[in-house]
């Protein structure tokens, strides 16, 4: 039995019924099951978490469609390795064979002349590129490959799905049916796979092989005391991906710098991609730092710039230096939570008409008709300030923006006070 692949490779489904989760895509009529049954299949990128499906459902189509399937990852493949498959699918075009499946897993970190190397077949119709990532393709694809490709949204799998994993495992796998094994809770056995089905699979293997027993029982505490004991042997990479950078986006929105450059360090030490480092970074910049210190999201992006001209492993000192600064910075999610309220402003209301006043008025029918009548130009009041409302007239008076505090924001909220009167007093 040694011999035999972990369990979540013997689980893996083989068909698009057997397959679990993205009913959005693969359920009965759905978009992606339609284009897989016509057989009109398009070039592609899945886009989700770990352990969603993402290669096995690129399998499953080669397989439906019975053409022949290539896989490559993005970590330890390169320009001679895709230029090899391409050839091979050449030939296989020119004796007849139906059109081969690429899939490049992590295509997201393929470098631009990488990518570069799939043009040409993509184009020419020699591979129907699959490629799978973690990350927003809009930002990690280059724009020429993505305009070829349909992008379809994974989503990560629901309680149900997990558990009905498990309950497979235990009827049909050639060695985990053999075994007598009660899972009283769950709970601690879905926390630890973080939705991941692949690390919960081999989370449930390691906790079999290693009690012993005629039963087996799994409780929460049961499922902690062992995983917690054999962490380093399950997904390592999955974990330094997630779970490290959480506790590095947490350490520097605690204020914590101490916490911020020790995760900063796991994750350099791991190999983690410098760029995505210094784009979370960005983003937390305005998220969770905002208008309390306006000069970190500059520095957060000329953190990004020079990594990406600089490159490892000098870009470690970068980085650094702005976790450092973000995790010692005035904190404010003010900007955030204002965006959010608008976005749900929006969405209870509708599009609401602009106000006359605050239309354009490029022509003279439009003038005629009231555009910008009665517009008030601010510059030609005292202190550039005029006091209209610049909101649709059905939710006149709404604040939405609510500045935080600290320093920085409090002298906005005292000028927002004397030019805005009631609706920032407090």
Same mark, same amino acid.
């Given at each position: 039995?040694?011999? +035999?692949?972990?369990?979540?490779?013997?689980?893996?489904?083989?068909?698009?019924?057997?397959?679990?989760?993205?009913?959005?895509?693969?359920?009965?009529?759905?978009?992606?099951?339609?284009?897989?049954?016509?057989?009109?299949?398009?070039?592609?990128?899945?886009?989700?978490?770990?352990?969603?499906?993402?290669?096995?459902?690129?399998?499953?189509?080669?397989?439906? +469609?019975?053409?022949?399937?290539?896989?490559?990852?993005?970590?330890?493949?390169?320009?001679?390795?895709?230029?090899?498959?391409?050839?091979?699918?050449?030939?296989?075009?020119?004796?007849?064979?139906?059109?081969?499946?690429?899939?490049?897993?992590?295509?997201?970190?393929?470098?631009?002349?990488?990518?570069?190397?799939?043009?040409?077949?993509?184009?020419?119709?020699?591979?129907?590129?699959?490629?799978?990532?973690?990350?927003?393709?809009?930002?990690?694809?280059?724009?020429?490959? +993505?305009?070829?490709?349909?992008?379809?949204?994974?989503? =990560?799998?629901?309680?149900?799905?997990?558990?009905?994993?498990?309950?497979?495992?235990?009827?049909?796998?050639?060695?985990?049916?053999?075994?007598?094994?009660?899972?009283?809770?769950?709970?601690?056995?879905?926390?630890?796979?973080?939705?991941?089905?692949?690390?919960?699979?081999?989370?449930?293997?390691?906790?079999?092989?290693?009690?012993?027993?005629?039963?087996?029982?799994?409780?929460?505490?049961?499922?902690?005391?062992?995983?917690?004991?054999?962490?380093?042997?399950?997904?390592?990479?999955?974990?330094?991906?997630?779970?490290?950078?959480?506790?590095?986006?947490?350490?520097?929105?605690?204020?914590? =710098?101490?916490?911020?450059?020790?995760?900063?360090?796991?994750?350099?030490?791991?190999?983690?991609?410098?760029?995505?480092?210094?784009?979370?970074?960005?983003?937390?910049?305005?998220?969770?730092?905002?208008?309390?210190?306006?000069?970190?999201?500059?520095?957060?992006?000329?953190?990004?710039?020079?990594?990406?001209?600089?490159?490892?492993?000098?870009?470690?000192?970068?980085?650094?230096?702005?976790?450092?600064?973000?995790?010692?910075?005035?904190?404010?999610?003010?900007?955030?939570?204002?965006?959010?309220?608008?976005?749900?402003?929006?969405?209870?209301?509708?599009?609401? =008409?602009?106000?006359?006043?605050?239309?354009?008025?490029?022509?003279?029918?439009?003038?005629?008709?009231?555009?910008?009548?009665?517009?008030?130009?601010?510059?030609?009041?005292?202190?550039?300030?005029?006091?209209?409302?610049?909101?649709?007239?059905?939710?006149?008076?709404?604040?939405?923006?609510?500045?935080?505090?600290?320093?920085?924001?409090?002298?906005?909220?005292?000028?927002?006070?004397?030019?805005?009167?009631?609706?920032?007093?407090?």
């Amino acid at each position: 039995m040694n011999n +035999l692949p972990p369990l979540a490779e013997r689980m893996r489904p083989k068909n698009l019924d057997d397959y679990v989760g993205q009913k959005h895509l693969v359920g009965q009529g759905a978009v992606l099951r339609k284009a897989i049954e016509s057989g009109a299949l398009p070039s592609m990128l899945f886009w989700g978490p770990p352990g969603v499906g993402k290669t096995t459902l690129a399998y499953i189509i080669s397989q439906t +469609l019975d053409r022949p399937f290539f896989s490559l990852s993005a970590i330890n493949s390169g320009v001679k390795d895709v230029r090899e498959v391409i050839e091979t699918a050449s030939r296989l075009k020119e004796e007849g064979d139906a059109m081969p499946v690429l899939f490049i897993d992590e295509i997201h970190r393929f470098s631009k002349s990488q990518q570069d190397s799939l043009l040409g077949a993509v184009e020419r119709g020699i591979v129907t590129l699959i490629g799978a990532t973690t990350e927003n393709p809009s930002f990690e694809v280059i724009s020429a490959l +993505l305009s070829r490709c349909q992008v379809y949204i994974l989503q =990560p799998l629901e309680e149900a799905d997990l558990v009905n994993l498990l309950e497979k495992a235990k009827k049909e796998d050639v060695v985990i049916s053999k075994k007598n094994i009660d899972i009283k809770e769950h709970e601690a056995l879905l926390r630890l796979s973080g939705g991941d089905a692949r690390k919960l699979l081999n989370i449930f293997e390691l906790l079999v092989n290693a009690i012993s027993g005629k039963k087996i029982e799994l409780t929460n505490k049961i499922v902690l005391e062992h995983v917690q004991q054999n962490m380093a042997l399950y997904d390592k990479a999955g974990e330094q991906h997630y779970d490290i950078i959480s506790a590095f986006i947490k350490s520097m929105r605690g204020s914590d =710098p101490n916490g911020a450059v020790y995760w900063l360090a796991r994750m350099i030490a791991g190999g983690e991609d410098p760029l995505f480092i210094a784009r979370r970074m960005l983003i937390l910049s305005s998220e969770d730092i905002g208008n309390a210190n306006p000069n970190a999201l500059l520095l957060a992006q000329a953190c990004f710039n020079s990594v990406n001209v600089i490159g490892m492993p000098e870009s470690q000192l970068i980085l650094s230096q702005t976790a450092i600064y973000l995790a010692t910075s005035p904190k404010s999610n003010s900007a955030t939570t204002a965006i959010g309220a608008a976005m749900s402003l929006v969405k209870q209301t509708g599009d609401l =008409p602009v106000p006359l006043h605050l239309r354009n008025a490029p022509t003279k029918l439009m003038k005629n008709i009231g555009y910008g009548k009665d517009y008030k130009y601010a510059h030609n009041f005292e202190g550039n300030f005029v006091n209209p409302d610049f909101l649709p007239d059905a939710v006149k008076g709404t604040k939405i923006y609510e500045p935080g505090n600290n320093p920085r924001e409090n002298e906005s909220k005292e000028k927002l006070k004397k030019l805005w009167g009631d609706k920032y007093k407090y």
